[in-house]
């Protein structure tokens, strides 16, 4: 291969880390936001019963509270699979001899951040 074909290549390379970095990194701001909201609406539900709201609004608060809680799993696997791309691409770049970039130190990072996530949701 020509040495234009292989810059090219890397830089396809690079630009896709960098897509499956920002994947990554959307995708726990969007796990920690749904687990924000199933703690939001488990004490709207738990104030709604206390305070012994209306049944039916009470069934409909239950409702929601599903249906945030089910967001949780969903977004933990699209998390996984986007992790297991990012550390696939990042070896891609190392086996190319491509070790030392702003790119790829983040998604060094980012893979780090990734696992404690992980780690933390297994140790609750």
Do not use: W
Request: net charge negative.
């Amino acid at each position: 291969m020509s040495i234009s074909v292989l810059c090219r290549v890397s830089m396809a390379t690079v630009r896709n880390l960098k897509i499956k970095t920002s994947t990554c990194k959307r995708i726990v701001k969007e796990l920690h936001s749904y687990e924000k909201e199933v703690e939001r609406e488990a004490a709207k539900t738990t104030d709604m019963k206390e305070r012994g709201a209306d049944p039916y609004d009470l069934k409909q608060q239950e409702n929601v509270l599903a249906e945030s809680r089910m967001m949780i799993p969903d977004c933990r696997k699209r998390l996984e699979a986007a992790l297991a791309d990012l550390k696939g691409i990042l070896a891609e770049l190392e086996e190319s001899d491509e070790k030392e970039a702003p790119e790829i130190d983040e998604a060094r990072n980012t893979i780090v951040e990734v696992e404690k996530v992980f780690e933390t949701s297994e140790a609750q």
